[in-house]
Nanobody, 124 residues
């Protein structure tokens, strides 16, 4: 099993920045693809960004591309999401995910490991 713990959420004004972190423990591997999903109130969980196990490849939702950057520190088993130019529509609970393959997926059903989530609120 892999345990994921997110941190870094909070309240920020539109245009501001936040950095989310996710620390993995348990049966971890630097070759595991990881990513972030978010869930706005009353909505389904949507893909935000993901990165390959090697860290050499990444993908983003259209809505965040150019504003968010995903990265990972294999030595620290930690995943990051740098969020800039935040908008009110970025508000939601952000979940860290992991899967035991090198390549990432866009569908939430392909990730067996989920964190508890960290809340991000962007005020206008």
């Amino acid at each position: 099993q892999v345990q994921l713990v997110e941190s870094g959420g909070g309240l920020v004004q539109a245009g501001g920045s936040l950095r989310l972190s996710c620390t993995a423990s348990g049966r971890t591997s630097s070759s595991y693809a990881m990513g972030w999903f978010r869930q706005a109130p009353g909505m389904q969980r949507d893909f935000v960004a993901a990165i390959t196990g090697s860290g050499e490849g990444s993908g983003y939702a259209v809505s965040v591309k150019g504003r968010f950057t995903i990265s990972k520190d294999g030595a620290r088993n930690t995943l990051y999401l740098e969020m800039n130019s935040l908008k009110p529509e970025d508000t939601g609970v952000y979940y860290c995910v992991a899967t035991d393959t090198e390549y990432y997926y866009l569908g939430s059903e392909r990730y067996p490991y989920w964190g508890q989530g960290t809340r991000v609120t962007v005020s206008s």
